[in-house]
């Protein structure tokens, strides 16, 4: 027998070469199956005449041959394998077999479309000129020319009909009128602005890229190679959509020796630059600009360089950073202690510093620019539901959501302004509905597990391993607005908690009963509910995001935020040119709405609340308003802090929130803000003075001329904090917060 040479060897691989694997119409990726074709060709001949499946089998393999040959080493479509099918029975002269089985094609197609089409019809869009806008910039469909060909309506149809083809993995013998049961139902929830996903699911669910989570942290340790694997896959995540964080606590500090080279190291800000860098390069998915939070531990010997890394505006600019603060570090602030300083390559003391000065120095720098925020992270790691996979050391851009290395997680918000219901003549929050769209989300957000293509194949493993869904609200305040309850007032934060651990409780009865049909989470073994003999399919399930794009294009107020301003201007990163924001004009449709109402409308009024953007002072406006229509520069720091603790009370991840300040605010009322935040249970907090960066999101204001500076001090004055035992020392069972700045969502 004849030995085959090299070149023939590899020849013969090639012309064996089979396609395997096809693409749905959903995007799913599955193996190929070579008998679905042969009895798709079987059907089309039993419509037009007698066939015993001999020459179905027949034209089936000249189907596949061609494919092979046609599609060796790629991934062929249902559409192109289809589309062979007809041109084989042509060939093979069986034209009324290809015109029955082309007919059938498109009645299927004309089916759904005729489905939506009544959909569509039965469920009104209504969309703000803002939404239009965004939607238009960012995430509707454009051909080549950048012409846009999809409409809200269908954009919502693609991600129904793409998240829900998830149903297919757990039932393969679903029928296609149970599938469009679930597709009408995510359908129904996003066309009626009751319930969006995050950003990338909303651009990318039904595309080619099919990335559709939101947050990642990629885990960076001290040795070269790490650090710029860590940079190549952040650039991969971000051209995806997704935004990073890292702890750079693992990298040895500036000054420290280096075996390898005989020279010294930089430091962890020196690389921070170069993952800065490479945002810059990498616009996220052709879309928006890509964000990263940076963390560094207290007791890392170059802390307070990470301090005043950011005094310098535009330094940085595409990371938040945050502090994470030790339970040991607040013991040592509170008894105005040292704390050592540890090299993290080796463990050793590096010095020590004086935990007051520190803590001092930090709301000196958040009061100046807004950076550095702190994550308390050993608060985080108490509430970590999966503790043998590691400890968590760091959260997406906007730090609600703590992540381990390569995990990822996606997010999803409820309107609650579409969670009332007026009875007689006062607003009531209907929790029928209420919770039948937390089970439908909850359902939504586990099967954008399944459909989600990953950057990264650790990245898929984890967050498979762990299923992690962030489940949270937006239009707090416009709900408060309606049921006509001040923000800055004990009532608003009783009812903060009772919805909250509605939503809570109601979100892990739905994933209990996924895991009865579908199972728990791989890593279910040794987490906290496998303590509890608990079966969850999610490790963890709400999440409280800013919802900076999705609330404009709902129309409504960001996440748990008060209203901003009553008009204000927004700068957003859309359009074609997205280095330049552009200005978008933001005026408070409810406000107008009660002022016709109650008869206090004007001309005159309306400049007034436009030239300041608040009610406070304005005297043709009733003291009941002035406080309902209180904005985030009336309300007094200590009504922020209190509302993100009532919301994190019952949020398993963490809750991105503001605390504004008034541009006259001292150090004092920054340091009291951050010691009530770990009073009351907090897992971190991000502070805002209004006017301390030259380049600010959200503007008061049409002029953008300083207010008045009055604050609002609502139903009871709230006392200065004092730097007592029991303030440093909460009790373990009140969970965090994490809010912070951020360029992906563009909110701050």
Not at 131 to 160: C, F, H, W
Not at 226 to 234: L, N, P, R, W
Not at 440 to 462: G, S, W
């Amino acid at each position: 027998m004849a030995v085959k040479t090299k070149k023939q060897v590899m020849i013969s691989k090639k012309i064996e070469h089979k396609v395997d694997k096809i693409k749905k119409r959903d995007n799913r990726i599955v193996p190929f199956d070579q008998s679905k074709i042969t009895n798709a060709i079987k059907k089309s001949f039993f419509a037009v005449k007698e066939e015993n499946g001999v020459t179905s089998k027949k034209v089936s393999n000249e189907v596949v041959k061609m494919l092979n040959q046609k599609y060796a080493g790629k991934i062929p479509g249902v559409e192109n394998i289809q589309d062979l099918v007809i041109a084989t029975l042509r060939k093979m002269e069986y034209e009324d077999v290809a015109d029955a089985y082309d007919s059938y094609r498109k009645k299927r197609s004309e089916i759904r479309e005729a489905k939506y089409f009544l959909l569509s019809k039965n469920v009104r869009i209504r969309l703000t000129p803002n939404a239009m806008k965004v939607l238009e910039s960012r995430y509707l469909r454009k051909d080549d020319n950048g012409k846009i060909i999809e409409t809200p309506s269908q954009l919502y149809q693609r991600v129904a009909q793409n998240v829900a083809s998830a149903e297919k993995i757990y039932n393969p013998g679903i029928s296609d009128d149970e599938l469009f049961k679930t597709e009408e139902k995510f359908y129904r929830m996003m066309a009626t602005l009751e319930f969006l996903p995050n950003s990338p699911t909303l651009m990318n669910a039904g595309s080619n890229l099919q990335q559709l989570s939101a947050c990642f942290v990629l885990p960076v340790e001290d040795a070269m190679e790490s650090i710029f694997e860590a940079v190549k896959d952040t650039a991969l995540i971000h051209q995806s959509g997704g935004g990073t964080g890292f702890s750079f606590t693992h990298l040895r500090p500036k000054g420290d020796r280096v075996k390898s080279t005989s020279g010294v190291a930089s430091g962890p800000i020196s690389f921070m630059t170069v993952f800065d860098s490479a945002t810059n390069v990498v616009k996220q998915g052709g879309k928006r600009r890509g964000a990263n939070m940076g963390i560094l531990r207290v007791d890392h010997p170059d802390i307070l360089e990470f301090i005043i890394c950011k005094d310098k505006e535009g330094f940085l600019e595409n990371f938040n950073i945050s502090v994470a603060l030790t339970n040991e570090f607040m013991d040592a602030v509170m008894k105005k202690k040292k704390y050592q300083l540890i090299n993290p390559r080796d463990g050793q003391v590096w010095g020590e510093l004086d935990a007051s000065e520190v803590f001092d120095k930090i709301v000196k720098h958040a009061w100046n620019s807004g950076d550095p925020g702190i994550i308390f992270i050993d608060r985080i790691n108490d509430k970590n539901p999966t503790p043998k996979l590691g400890r968590i050391e760091a959260t997406n851009p906007c730090g609600e959501q703590p992540l381990l290395p390569f995990e990822s997680c996606n997010l999803g918000s409820i309107n609650l302004a579409k969670m009332i219901i007026l009875k007689g003549k006062k607003y009531e929050i209907d929790w029928g509905k209420l919770c039948e769209t937390v089970r439908n989300a909850v359902h939504f957000l586990d099967n954008v597990i399944d459909m989600n293509r990953y950057p990264l194949p650790e990245i898929e493993a984890m967050t498979k391993g762990n299923r992690k869904i962030g489940l949270g609200i937006m239009a707090f305040a416009d709900m408060l607005v309606k049921m006509e309850i001040s923000y800055a007032s004990q009532k608003a934060v009783d009812l903060a908690e009772k919805i909250m651990k509605f939503i809570d409780d109601e979100a892990d009865k739905m994933s209990e009963e996924l895991a009865k049909k579908r199972g728990v989470f791989p890593n279910w073994i040794d987490s906290v509910f496998d303590v509890q003999k608990r079966k969850m399919r999610n490790a963890t399930t709400t999440t409280i995001a800013p919802t900076g794009t999705i609330g404009i294009i709902a129309g409504v107020s960001q996440g748990v935020e008060p209203i901003f301003a009553l008009a204000y201007t927004r700068l957003s990163y859309i359009g074609k040119n997205s280095e330049k924001p552009v200005e978008l004009l933001e005026v408070n449709p409810l406000f107008e709405e009660v002022a016709k109402r109650e008869g206090f409308y004007s001309e005159e009024v309306m400049k007034k609340i436009a030239h300041h953007g608040s009610t406070v002072g304005i005297k043709e406006i009733p003291k009941k308003w002035q406080d309902i229509f209180a904005t985030a520069h009336d309300i007094i720091p200590e009504w922020h802090v209190k509302m993100q603790a009532a919301f994190q009370k019952f949020t398993d991840n963490a809750v991105s929130k503001t605390i504004n300040y008034s541009n006259e605010a001292t150090l004092d009322d920054v340091k009291n803000g951050y010691m009530l935040a770990y009073k009351t249970g907090c897992k971190g907090i991000t502070i805002y003075r209004s006017g301390s960066k030259q380049l600010q999101i959200l503007n008061v204001g049409i002029k953008k001329e300083k207010a008045n500076g009055e604050k609002l001090k609502i139903e009871e004055k709230v006392e200065k904090t004092e730097l007592t035992p029991e303030l440093l020392n909460p009790s373990p069972d009140v969970p965090d917060i994490t809010p912070g700045t951020c360029p992906t969502c563009e909110s701050k």
